[in-house]
């Protein structure tokens, strides 16, 4: 029989004996036609591939506007080229923290360690802003002509000159009224100003004032009951904007906003794990399109964790970085992503290593990745169920091209002959059975049976399979021979 629920996303209950399932750099994708042989099968997260170093890392903010890149790296601003070079522009703050980089079409507003740079495209010219009426920033934005400047631990944002952003005036800012709470974060979607504290939010828009561009809209509802957690875990996708947010009750569910109503995109499962995490306000987002999916990252630098949400399956699943010394799961390399010379480029989390990532990618920079699915609990009223067979319905036959087959004794090449690591465990996670790995096919072997025999029996049983070779591995399905006990 089919397999219920073998290829679905990670989950887990508040009681490991209700739910443990984890579905780690595999992402659920399902079928768009009732012809398919599954409805939700478990493709491959993309790899990593050095594009370019920048200067010691981490790299905290990138930008790409009309074929040209920059990143903000350490304690260095960068221009990025497609040839993976990279260009030293200036010095800026470092507070460890991301930097935001945004455009007026004639500048770049960097904002970094609470400072603000101005770079001038027809110049070439890198100034930090001295001007007196520039407040500090903790990030910035630009709107209708406008870079806008939050001023950190306040409740007030500044605005520039228009498409002038070293000239700076005191009196051209406002101080948030409708609530105490001060403004953690701030984007600009569809010519709105968001404004979140921690407990609320409010949405500016252009009024044409001359003293101060800027005022709360008029639109009925747009003051959001809810804040949010972690100040860069801000950030647009589909359209719409989300983010980790947290009011007066508390902190840790996701949102996505549709119109200015707030919809929850977390589950019980995920919000379970953040909020076991020793902090969540450090999270950091970033956003990608790949194969028609939207993929809503937040990485977790305290928890050294990653977390993705896609939008074509509402489904969350884990994305890991598998090594140190012993192998360990970390949280996956990437920080901050831009779309630059027709590539998806992401990065480094701890250097200065910016990546092409891309499904086409097998390894992570050389490293192998660990994908890992983790089924959902069998079990029949607590009898026994015996297991004869699993058999796992995958793309076979993908070994590597190009790998000399192995002289006996040596053991085969990495990716000659992939292989499935299968374990189970009989108490919920607590321990598991030894790893039985088998043949997933080498190169055109397309009719390979993946299969396990004699699995034993057990009352309550969650299996899961473990693979890290550097191949297009796809999960289809998973069919059972068993027979129930009667007691």
Not at 168 to 175: F, G, L, P, Q, R
Not at 300 to 316: H, L
Not at 390 to 400: C, E, F, P
Request: glycine content about 10%; some cysteine.
């Amino acid at each position: 029989m089919q397999f219920p629920g073998f290829c679905g996303k990670s989950y887990r209950s508040q009681s490991p004996f209700a739910n443990i399932e984890r579905t780690v750099n595999f992402y659920p994708e399902i079928q768009e036609v009732p012809s398919s042989k599954a409805r939700i099968v478990l493709a491959p997260t993309p790899g990593l591939a050095l594009f370019a170093t920048a200067g010691n890392g981490p790299v905290r903010g990138s930008f790409e506007q009309n074929g040209r890149a920059f990143c903000v790296s350490g304690d260095k601003f960068y221009e990025v080229f497609g040839n993976g070079t990279v260009t030293e522009i200036g010095t800026v703050g470092n507070d460890g923290l991301p930097a935001t980089i945004d455009s007026n079409g004639v500048q770049l507003f960097i904002t970094s360690g609470g400072n603000g740079y101005i770079y001038t495209f027809a110049t070439s010219a890198f100034t930090q802003i001295v001007a007196a009426g520039f407040p500090g920033a903790s990030m910035g934005a630009f709107l209708d002509g406008y870079f806008i400047a939050l001023k950190p631990d306040s409740r007030q944002i500044n605005v520039s000159a228009l498409y002038d952003g070293l000239t700076w005036n005191a009196s051209e800012s406002t101080v948030l009224s409708q609530s105490t709470d001060n403004i953690r974060s701030m984007i600009v979607d569809h010519r709105q100003l968001w404004l979140f504290g921690g407990q609320k939010t409010h949405v500016y828009e252009n009024v044409g004032n001359p003293n101060f561009p800027f005022e709360p809209t008029l639109s009925p509802g747009s003051q959001v009951e809810h804040g949010i957690a972690a100040a860069f875990s801000l950030a647009r996708l589909d359209n719409t904007v989300f983010f980790l947010g947290s009011d007066e009750r508390g902190a840790g569910i996701v949102w996505r906003l549709e119109g200015y109503i707030p919809r929850r995109i977390s589950d019980h499962g995920v919000e379970f794990a953040f909020q076991g995490y020793s902090r969540i306000d450090d999270a950091i987002a970033w956003t990608y399109q790949d194969k028609g999916h939207m993929f809503y990252v937040l990485y977790f630098p305290t928890a050294d964790k990653t977390w993705v949400y896609d939008i074509a399956a509402d489904a969350w699943h884990e994305r890991t970085w598998f090594g140190g010394t012993p192998n360990q799961e970390h949280a996956h390399r990437g920080r901050c992503h831009f779309f630059a010379f027709w590539h998806h480029l992401v990065g480094d989390r701890e250097n200065g290593k910016i990546y092409r990532m891309s499904s086409d990618l097998l390894d992570d920079d050389g490293q192998l990745i660990r994908r890992i699915r983790q089924a959902p609990h069998l079990s029949n009223e607590q009898k026994w169920i015996y297991y004869k067979m699993l058999q796992l319905d995958l793309q076979a036959g993908i070994g590597l091209d190009g790998i000399a087959p192995p002289t006996p004794p040596a053991p085969d090449p990495v990716g000659y002959n992939p292989k499935v690591i299968l374990q189970y465990s009989d108490d919920s996670g607590n321990t598991w059975s030894p790893e039985r790995a088998v043949s997933a096919g080498k190169l055109g072997e397309y009719r390979a049976q993946v299969q396990w025999y004699r699995l034993g029996r057990a009352r309550d049983r969650v299996f899961r399979i473990i693979v890290t070779d550097p191949v297009h591995w796809t999960i289809i399905q998973a069919f059972l021979d068993f027979k129930l006990g009667i007691s």
